[in-house]
């Protein structure tokens, strides 16, 4: 199996412009989340997936933040419009059920706004 | 609000000596607490866990402990090896399965 999968690992951005992450799921996991690691605030959770449904975007910072799961083999985290200060890594994670059960993450994509 | 703290930033062990990472949490609701081992460049992988029913769980080098009346909980890495540098994430999980990560300890075994 590939992992989970995350592009782009890389993403440079000025202010302003619009940002989407995505994520590929290990196949036949039914939970997707998505984290933000920052030096100040470590590991993040943003929100999480269970069969393609979001059951909780409490972490998500403000409305400028959206994410979707359009099925079960992709998600997308959509910044727009970017700002400085979300620059930082975004990891994406599968399980297998509930979060009990151990998460699998992908490499990240490192983004850095302008 | 950071209901799991990581206190040491960093912790530099000798080869071959213990490695002793703390966690603390403030969520009495949590029922499930996670390790996770993150290199550079990488995502975080899962290492070790234990129910809040228990007070130990071991998997070779790696023991995990668990102190719920003074919400506290380590991981006991015996003996280190240079392999094992990296930054350590503890987190907990509540019933509703959300995990709360704390913000990570860097580990350096040195030679």
């Known amino acids: 199996d590939a992992g989970v999968i995350q592009s782009p690992r890389h993403e440079v951005t000025e202010m302003g412009q619009e940002v989407t992450l995505r994520c590929k799921p290990i196949?036949?996991?039914?939970?997707l989340f998505w984290y933000r690691q920052t030096m100040m605030r470590g590991l993040e959770l943003l929100i999480y997936?269970?069969?393609?449904?979001?059951?909780?975007d409490s972490g998500m910072p403000e409305d400028r933040f959206s994410a979707k799961m359009p099925n079960a083999s992709f998600s997308t985290l959509k910044i727009q419009p970017s700002e400085p200060r979300d620059s930082a890594v975004y990891f994406c994670?599968?399980?297998?059920?509930?979060?009990?059960?151990?998460?699998?993450f992908g490499p990240g994509t490192r983004l850095t706004v302008l | 609000d950071q209901q799991v703290k990581q206190n040491s930033p960093s912790l530099s062990v000798q080869e071959g000596r213990i490695s002793i990472l703390n966690c603390d949490y403030t969520?009495?609701?949590?029922?499930?607490f996670l390790w996770y081992k993150k290199y550079p460049a990488e995502g975080p992988t899962f290492l070790i866990s234990?129910?809040?029913?228990?007070d130990k769980n071991e998997d070779g080098r790696f023991t995990v402990f668990l102190n719920k009346s003074a919400k506290h909980l380590s991981l006991h890495i015996v003996p280190s090896q240079p392999g094992d540098s990296a930054v350590y994430f503890c987190?907990?999980?509540?019933?509703?399965?959300?995990?709360?990560f704390g913000a990570g300890t860097q580990v350096v075994v040195t030679p």
């Open positions: 994670a599968s399980s297998e059920g509930s979060s009990y059960n151990e998460q699998f």
């Open positions: 969520n009495s609701m949590f029922d499930y």
């Open positions: 987190a907990g999980a509540d019933s509703w399965g959300k995990l709360q």
């Open positions: 234990i129910s809040s029913i228990k």
């Open positions: 196949s036949g996991h039914n939970s």
């Open positions: 997936f269970n069969n393609n449904v979001p059951i909780d």
